[in-house]
């Protein structure tokens, strides 16, 4: 931004508290999932709350690459940001599994999540996916092309695109879905396969990115104090609401934003240490938490200590994950960009 631009400055170094605090509602979530340990309303909320706002901060840092980095460097960038984490967690979990065997190694479904569509293709999630959280990483990698795809259009674009596709999701949510191909024989398998595979791929997700690219680009100001209360009301009592509304993308897509507008135009910096290692190592609690939680519930019956003891293995993993495996990839990853790019080593979204 440069000194003449009449646009806020934004205080990004509270994006770290919401990412972090997105991985440890998605966590919350799958404790109560997975074990009925109640959190209140983050255990039954956190999941798509977490989710949605992790999409919103994509949607705001994604686009900023697109426009600074050439396609070579963008690319580069977002590959070794999240497959080396990815590859490895997914090798990982399939061969403690056991599902992981010489015979995937034929099957083309199998490739389809090392590529990290499987959430596109649900026989290839349905059969070779270790990491069941991984379907929203399909959602994200697609997010990465048409952010890249978007920064080539004009800007004042993107805010009536973030508008049709409002439109868009909500009629895709209110039974657009139907008319996808793969509707008919998903339903007859099971009807939560149409919700799963089709009501939550990118037509559904796609304001919540678009939201965040907005809330960069155009730098709303707006009155903080009801912005905050009017999306926290909102989000607290969604339950009460949601069901008078086919699927209330919109809406949650809005209050989410407007929690996410809130802080990063706080003059306050909620930052230290544990706000930092949350967020750095977000990614890796988000590929291995699932797991780690399933694995101990059934090891252990006090409920206290599953928490305990899973949130002790998440922390510890995802923090050897991040170090030896995140951080690397993702410094070699702007080397290998820099070379021949002309100009010094910068740190991408």
């Not at 010489?102 to 059969?127: K, W």
């Not at 994200?140 to 049709?164: D, G, H, M, Q």
């Not at 965040?212 to 969604?238: E, N, Q």
Request: charged share 10%; aromatic share 18%.
């Amino acid at each position: 931004m440069t000194p003449s631009d009449p646009r806020p400055i934004h205080n990004t170094k509270n994006i770290d508290l919401l990412r972090g605090s997105a991985a440890i509602l998605v966590v919350l979530s799958h404790f109560e999932a997975l074990r009925g340990i109640h959190f209140g309303w983050f255990g039954i909320n956190g999941g798509w709350v977490g989710v949605q706002l992790f999409f919103v901060i994509s949607g705001y840092l994604i686009i900023q690459s697109a426009y600074k980095y050439s396609a070579r460097e963008y690319f580069i960038h977002r590959i070794f940001r999240i497959f080396p984490a990815y590859w490895f967690w997914y090798i990982v979990f399939g061969l403690l599994s056991g599902k992981l065997v010489a015979s995937a190694l034929a099957d083309p479904y199998f490739y389809a999540n090392l590529v990290m569509l499987q959430h596109f293709i649900p026989e290839a999630y349905l059969r070779y996916t270790f990491i069941p959280p991984s379907w929203t990483l399909s959602v994200e990698w697609v997010w990465y092309i048409l952010a890249f795809l978007l920064a080539l259009t004009s800007r004042t674009l993107i805010l009536p695109y973030f508008l049709i596709s409002i439109v868009v999701a909500t009629w895709w949510a209110a039974g657009g879905v139907l008319l996808h191909p793969l509707a008919e024989s998903l339903n007859q398998k099971d009807p939560i396969y149409v919700y799963f595979f089709l009501s939550n791929n990118l037509i559904g997700q796609l304001p919540f990115f678009l939201m965040g690219c907005v809330i960069y680009l155009y730098r709303p100001k707006l009155p903080m104090v009801p912005v905050a209360l009017a999306s926290v009301v909102a989000l607290a009592t969604f339950s009460q609401w949601s069901p008078h509304f086919p699927n209330p993308i919109f809406l949650t897509g809005l209050a989410i934003g407007g929690i996410f507008w809130t802080f990063i135009n706080m003059k306050r910096t909620f930052h230290g240490r544990v706000v930092r290692f949350l967020s750095d190592t977000s990614y890796s609690i988000y590929l291995v938490h699932y797991l780690v939680i399933a694995y101990v519930s059934e090891h252990l019956e006090h409920k206290y200590a599953v928490v305990l003891v899973s949130l002790a293995g998440i922390f510890s993993i995802a923090y050897l994950s991040y170090r030896f495996i995140e951080k690397p990839f993702m410094r070699w990853g702007r080397q290998l960009a820099n070379k021949g790019a002309g100009h010094p080593e910068k740190t991408p979204a």
